[in-house]
């Protein structure tokens, strides 16, 4: 079953602590997407790539990092630096980054919380 | 001004009404149109995907594109229980890159 597996489902960070979501597709997509979901918002936009070793700043990108090695692969890292990384986190692909293959596909999130 | 503005809500209607869920957008040089359906704690799922003005219909789903108004709406007929869920509607240019998504409109169908 082709799809976008998001792991740990549930995540808790301690102050000051970097944590790193995984976020792994089987679709042999090109593009990948990291969103940041707060409650009763829409999606903002982290980071995201439409190739591999390569990667774009999204709208949201302060405290953020990833790294785009392997096309299956795009971990998030949330570091010290972002004040308020209590969210959802959703993960998502395309088979292209434009045209018209660009409807993403989502995983199912990764709820991080401060301890 | 944001970019996309979605309907609200929350809505909340009677098990075999019809639903109307709307957006408007400022950028003309959107050109590709999606809804998404996103249940609690899981991911948005992709309910419709359309390009040109008019309407497509799926089921029970039609998804109307106004490109002149910049409007677009997701209709739901017969609607059940199981469409309770919040929608988001989202759109992007030909080579964006990326999407931009409404804040969502949460329904609830009651029986």
């Known amino acids: 079953d082709g799809g976008i597996t998001q792991s740990p489902k549930y995540l808790f960070r301690k102050e000051g602590q970097n944590v790193t979501l995984s976020c792994e597709q089987n679709?042999?997509?090109?593009?990948m997407y990291w969103y940041r979901q707060d409650p009763g918002q829409g999606l903002r936009l982290i980071y995201y790539s439409q190739i591999v070793n390569d990667f774009q700043k999204g709208d949201i990108a302060e405290g953020y990092s990833v790294s785009r090695e392997k096309k299956e692969s795009f971990p998030l890292t949330v570091t010290s630096a972002q004040k308020n990384p209590t969210a959802f986190y959703l993960c998502a692909s395309s088979r292209t980054g434009g045209g018209g293959n660009q409807p993403q596909h989502f995983g199912d999130g990764t709820r991080l919380s401060i301890l | 001004q944001k970019e996309v503005e979605q309907d609200p809500g929350p809505l909340s209607v009677p098990e075999g009404a019809i639903v109307s869920l709307n957006c408007t957008y400022s950028?003309?040089?959107?050109?590709?149109f999606m809804w998404y359906r996103q249940y609690s704690r899981k991911g948005p799922e992709l309910l419709m995907y359309t390009y040109s003005s008019g309407n497509k219909e799926d089921g029970r789903f039609t998804a109307q594109v106004d490109k002149s108004s910049k409007y677009i709406s997701l209709f739901i007929r017969d609607s059940q229980p199981s469409d309770s869920a919040t929608y988001l509607c989202a759109m992007y240019r030909g080579n964006a890159g990326k999407s931009t998504f409404g804040d969502g409109t949460t329904l609830t169908v009651k029986p």
């Open positions: 679709l042999n997509h090109d593009a």
């Open positions: 950028n003309s040089a959107f050109q590709y």
